[in-house]
């Protein structure tokens, strides 16, 4: 007779091998979360260090990124991010070297050439679109890129991430309605913590799920735990195999924790109870997927510390790679910014 433990494990596989995947790559997602929470957390000790002027975490959004990049064709696809997406951006091709890169405003930083604030992430080889300043334009953008790809018929589809605060503003609504009127294949990604900076959701908007505003524009919504990998996996994959047979847009709204103040900027204890910052620890991804990995015998001690091991080898040669890269030259300040007859 089964034993009741032999049961649970049993039950736990069924769930990932049901989705088509297999333990090594339930671990290459817990990597690249355990990754992007080290750098996140290093950026944070860099910038309180007095290093480095800004830092936008995506601290509690891990679960969600890891789910919806592993449902795309991360070499065909584009992806069109915001400030809160490290582990995206990381899953999608950029290095640690790239993103501290970029927090130090370096010469050689992809994103911008060292001319942007930090989260503002950007590769042209990996299909990652520059992220623009306001909020909320990354939509319209990523509409821009699915409609061409749809024009040019090469089979790419975009995906565009945002957070609850965004989803107020115009651009956002007049992309979606632009999408769900042609078709275009886009996945539209919200990463809804609750908050908008200091602003809870309910004195944003009148709805509980923002995914219910995908009713108006005629396409699905779908509202899906952030936390929960394996459930965000499954619902990006139907978004990303609807837009790609020619069905167009999806709304995906993945519910997940911001475990930290919205920037280095801000305090949240002023605005968020006690009680409340405790209370989220408890869903952090990183600590419900490694449950879970442990439950199904995928991942042990050993594997654990052999991952953390080179995550931080990864980040300590990052940091110091970053720090000693130069600055950009100060006579290039200009460049890309005015009409320059060569051409720069």
């Given at each position: ?20 995947l ?17 750098l ?7 910038q309180?260090a ?7 975490s ?94 040019r018929?090469t ?11 965004g ?7 007049e992309?979606?309605?632009?999408a ?45 735990d ?10 990006a ?52 997927f ?55």
């Amino acid at each position: 007779m089964e034993s009741k433990e032999a049961r649970g494990v049993r039950e736990i596989e069924s769930r990932h091998q049901a989705l088509g995947l297999a333990g090594e790559h339930l671990l290459e997602m817990y990597y690249y979360m355990a990754l992007a929470r080290a750098l996140d957390e290093r950026m944070w000790v860099l910038q309180r260090a007095g290093k480095v002027p800004f830092v936008i975490s995506g601290q509690g959004h891990e679960g969600a990124q890891a789910g919806v990049m592993y449902a795309i064709d991360r070499d065909l696809d584009w992806f069109v991010p915001y400030y809160r997406s490290v582990c995206a951006v990381l899953m999608k091709g950029m290095t640690p070297r790239e993103l501290m890169l970029s927090l130090f405003a370096k010469a050689e930083d992809p994103s911008s050439g060292g001319r942007q604030m930090p989260g503002h992430y950007g590769h042209p080889r990996y299909k990652i679109l520059s992220t623009s300043s306001p909020v909320g334009t990354q939509y319209p953008h990523a509409v821009g890129i699915a409609y061409a790809a749809k024009v040019r018929k090469t089979g790419e589809i975009c995906v565009v991430s945002i957070g609850d605060g965004g989803t107020s503003q115009g651009d956002w609504h007049e992309a979606l309605n632009f999408a769900s009127i042609h078709r275009c294949p886009v996945v539209f990604v919200v990463e809804n913590n609750g908050y908008a900076i200091s602003v809870p959701q309910e004195l944003q908007m009148a709805v509980r799920d923002i995914a219910v505003r995908a009713q108006g524009y005629g396409i699905p919504g779908y509202t899906v735990d952030g936390s929960d990998v394996l459930a965000v996996y499954a619902v990006a994959k139907e978004a990303v195999e609807r837009a790609r047979r020619g069905e167009g847009p999806s709304l995906v709204e993945c519910k997940v924790v911001r475990l930290t103040a919205h920037s280095s900027d801000d305090r949240q204890e002023k605005y968020r109870p006690v009680e409340e910052l405790e209370a989220i620890r408890s869903v952090d991804p990183l600590v419900v997927f490694r449950h879970y990995l442990e439950r199904a015998g995928i991942m042990d001690e050993a594997k654990y510390t052999e991952i953390h091991t080179r995550i931080r080898e990864e980040v300590d040669d990052a940091t110091t790679y970053a720090e000693l890269a130069p600055y950009p030259d100060p006579l290039t300040a200009t460049r890309h910014v005015y009409f320059e007859e060569n051409g720069e």
